[in-house]
C-alpha cells in the first residue's frame, strides 16, 4: 500500500509531537504571515550541505512515514537556519513601509509583537535557536547583527522581547489543552507535517537515500507531485533514523535551481535544556505590551486584510492535489492598481506583474518562484502553486 493511500498515517504524523508538545504552543514561534506563504508554499533553500551517506538499514516509505508519526521528542535544543528564496524583487523603501503595516495590523504596534516581528522570515536567510522541554516550554531566538529576538512560552505565559528596540511583548495561554488549528509551521518537523497534508493519490512518495544533518545519520523522504501544471517540484524530509525527527526540510520549484525555502538543523542536543533557559523578566526600563491592551482596538478595528475578506465572494478551490486553484471575488472591478497610479505599492506589483488575456478578459499574473496569482480586470482572483497557462485555462473556465 502506498504512504499516500493512509490516512491513519498521515493524520498521525500530523499529530505527533516534535518538539514537546508543537500542538500545545508552537502557535507562537511563527507568525500568522509567515505561516501565509511558509504553509502555503511548502517551501525552503538547502542551508546545510549533507557531510556524508552514512549506511543504515533499509526502509520502505511507508515504514518512514510511521517513523516519523511515531516520533516522541519531548526535550531538545539546536540552531536551525533558515533561509526563503520567492524570487521577489528587491522590496527597497517599501519594505519599512509593509513591515510597519504589519506592525499596525497586530493591534498593539509593539515591534516585539511576534507577528509584526517575526514576519521578516519571509525573506532571506535567518538564524534561529530553539529549545523546548515539555508542552509547556519552547523558546525560539532570532539572531541578528548585533540584537536578538526571543520569544518564550513558559506555562500559561509567553513573551516577546526585542532586545534592539527594548520592547516586551506579553500574553497568556489557556494551557496545553487548548486546540489551536490555526498554529503555524516553526521547525522542519512542522513543515514535514504540513507536507505530509498534502500526500494523495496525486503524489509519488519514496525513500531517497540516507544523508547526514546536524552531525545525526538521517533518511531522505522524497515527497513529488504526478501532476503537470504545478510550479513544485520535490521536497526532501530528512529524517533523524533513531528519534523519527525530521531534521531538514528543503522544496525545489519544477523550474529548477536553488529551493524555494529551506528549514535545516546545524546544531541539534535531545538533552533536556536547563530550567533557566525559559525564564525571563522584563528588563529595566523596557516598554511592556499586554497582550490585553490590544484586545479593544482589535474588537474595533478591522484587522489587516479583513476589509478584503469582507469584500470576497464564494471562494472555491478549482482542481484538486498540487494543481488546486483558490478561485474568489474581490468585487473591485478594474484589478489592482499598478504603475504610477499604485505609488510605491503599484510600482512594486508592476514588477511583478505580466499582463495576460483570455475568454476570461484581461487581467495580470503575479508571479514567484513557487505561487502565481491571476488578477482579472473584473476582479476575480485565481491563485495557487500552478503555472500562468494553468491559472488562464481556470479563468477560461470560469466564464
Do not use: C
Not at 498534502?198 to 515527497?223: C, E, F, M, N, P
Amino acid at each position: 500500500m502506498a504512504p499516500y493511500e493512509s490516512d491513519d498515517a498521515v493524520d498521525a504524523a500530523r499529530d505527533a509531537a516534535p518538539r514537546s508538545g508543537r500542538r500545545k504552543a508552537a502557535r507562537y514561534a511563527v507568525p500568522v504571515a509567515v505561516v501565509g506563504v511558509a504553509a502555503a508554499t511548502i517551501g525552503l533553500v538547502p542551508a546545510l550541505a549533507d557531510s556524508g551517506d552514512p549506511d543504515l538499514p533499509k526502509i520502505t516509505a511507508e515504514q518512514l512515514i510511521e517513523k516519523i508519526a511515531k516520533s516522541d521528542v519531548q526535550q531538545l535544543s539546536g540552531t536551525v537556519k533558515t533561509s526563503t528564496d520567492l524570487g521577489l524583487p528587491d522590496l527597497g523603501g517599501l519594505e519599512d513601509g509593509l513591515a510597519s503595516s504589519a506592525g499596525q495590523g497586530s493591534g498593539d504596534g509593539s515591534s516585539a509583537d511576534p507577528q509584526a516581528k517575526l514576519t521578516e522570515l519571509v525573506s532571506g536567510t535567518h538564524t534561529l535557536r530553539v529549545a523546548a522541554d515539555g508542552p509547556d516550554r519552547q523558546k525560539l531566538s532570532l539572531l541578528e547583527s548585533g540584537a536578538e529576538y526571543s520569544l518564550i512560552h513558559n506555562g500559561k505565559d509567553v513573551w516577546g522581547y526585542d532586545s534592539k528596540s527594548n520592547e516586551v511583548y506579553h500574553s497568556t495561554t489557556a494551557g496545553s489543552g487548548e486546540d489551536r488549528a490555526a498554529e503555524p509551521p516553526a521547525t522542519p518537523k512542522d513543515f514535514a507535517d504540513e507536507a505530509l497534508k498534502s500526500v494523495d493519490d496525486t503524489t509519488s512518495v519514496t525513500v531517497d537515500g540516507t544523508a547526514q544533518v546536524a552531525g545525526r545519520d538521517a533518511y531522505k523522504l522524497l515527497i513529488q507531485p504526478k501532476q503537470s501544471g504545478t510550479t513544485v517540484g520535490a521536497i526532501s524530509i530528512a529524517v533523524d533514523a533513531k528519534t523519527g525527527l525530521p531534521l531538514k526540510f528543503t522544496l525545489t520549484p519544477r523550474s529548477g535551481g536553488a529551493a524555494v525555502l529551506d528549514a535545516g538543523f546545524t546544531q541539534v542536543s535531545f538533552a533536556r535544556p536547563a530550567a533557566s533557559t525559559f525564564d525571563f523578566t522584563p528588563p529595566k526600563g523596557a516598554k511592556v505590551t499586554e497582550e490585553e491592551d490590544g484586545a479593544t482596538a482589535r474588537e474595533h478595528t478591522p484587522k489587516h486584510g479583513e476589509d478584503l475578506a469582507e469584500g470576497l465572494t464564494g471562494l472555491n478551490v478549482l482542481g484538486k492535489g498540487w494543481t488546486s486553484i483558490a478561485a474568489f471575488d474581490t468585487g473591485a472591478e478594474g484589478g489592482l492598481p499598478t504603475g504610477a497610479e499604485g505609488g510605491e505599492l503599484g510600482g512594486f506589483l508592476g514588477s511583478l506583474g505580466d499582463p495576460v488575456s483570455g475568454e476570461f478578459g484581461k487581467g495580470t499574473v503575479f508571479s514567484t518562484r513557487l505561487v502565481n496569482a491571476l488578477i482579472t480586470d473584473d476582479g476575480k482572483v485565481y491563485a495557487g502553486a500552478v503555472t500562468k497557462e494553468a491559472l488562464v485555462k481556470a479563468a477560461d473556465a470560469g466564464k
